[in-house]
């Protein structure tokens, strides 16, 4: 695998970052078993956590770490490949991974990207041999949790499976995650959303934050992004404030 620097301070981009429930990827585990699992848009390791808490010991990567999925920076050798991408990118992410030649593929997909005609005349389901579709709506805005409660949104997504050579149709399964789907519907006036960039991971070491690389080209060091979404009701927000506010000396 190879890298390059994506962004510098100033010209952060947005690149999709939500986080996939843990609970996702722990029954994904308990039905489907992987060879070296590689996540090549691993966010802040909401998938890799999980995987390793199921005895894997998966390599990750992502463009805010440097690493483009989709331009030839990555080389795997007898990897399988979970993840969830972009949406908006998620035709790229399957091409891609078919053309590394991965024998199995996991991503996370929306129901309705059967409706698509192209996709089946480009043949981007070939080798598609099982989808298992989550049965409540994930709201992929949740906040990073540890207990894998998510919102319940308004959207069907599940684990599309890919593997290389197979040939005929998919099977369409449940995926039982209605212990998970606890937390109604997601209001952003519930959270309070603090954005900033700096240079230490520890300065939140029990809070549930968001948290990405950014590789900053001009001072050639990693920072990182935070975005700290929590409950306005939650007990300690006063001392997720109380870090912020010392964190950045305001
Ligand atoms: C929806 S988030 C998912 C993060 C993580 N996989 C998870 O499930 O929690 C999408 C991630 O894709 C990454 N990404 C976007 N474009 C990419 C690319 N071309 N190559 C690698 N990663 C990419 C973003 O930086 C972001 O972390």
């Known amino acids: 695998m190879k890298g390059k620097s994506y962004a510098s301070r100033t010209e952060v981009k947005d690149n999709d970052l ?3 429930p843990e609970c996702l990827t722990t029954k994904l585990c308990e039905v489907e078993k992987f060879k070296n699992p590689h996540e090549p848009a691993c966010g802040d390791l909401a998938i890799v956590d999980p ?9 990750f990567t992502d463009l805010e770490r440097g690493v483009d999925f989709l331009n ?4 795997l050798k007898g990897s399988d490949i979970i993840t969830n991408p972009p949406f908006y990118l998620w035709d790229d992410f399957i ?8 024998k199995k593929t996991a991503f996370i997909g929306r129901g309705n990207y059967f409706g698509t ?6 043949g981007l389901f070939d080798g598609l041999k099982k989808v298992y ?4 709506y994930v709201d992929y805005r949740t906040p990073r949790r540890k207990d894998g409660l998510f919102h319940v949104g308004a959207m069907l997504t599940g684990w599309f499976i890919f593997e290389r050579g197979y040939k005929g149709d998919p099977a369409i399964k449940y995926m039982d995650v209605q212990d998970y789907a606890k937390l109604g519907m997601y209001r952003e006036e519930d959270y309070n959303i603090l954005e900033f960039l700096g240079i230490s991971s520890t300065w939140f070491p029990d ?3 968001d948290c990405q690389f950014i590789m900053d080209k001009i001072e050639k060091e990693f920072h990182f992004k ?3 979404k929590q409950r306005k009701d939650a007990k300690d927000i006063s001392k997720v404030l109380l870090y912020t506010r010392r964190s950045l000396k305001i």
Do not use: C, Q, W
């Open 95 to 102: 091409k891609a991974s078919k053309k590394l030649k991965v």
């Open 18 to 20: 939500y986080h996939t």
């Open 51 to 59: 995987l390793k808490r199921a005895g894997y010991n998966p390599t």
């Open 133 to 136: 579709y989550f049965n409540r």
């Open 72 to 75: 030839g920076d990555i080389y």
């Open 226 to 228: 935070y975005t700290i």
């Open 117 to 122: 005609y192209d996709r089946y005349a480009s």
């Open 207 to 209: 809070m549930e934050i």
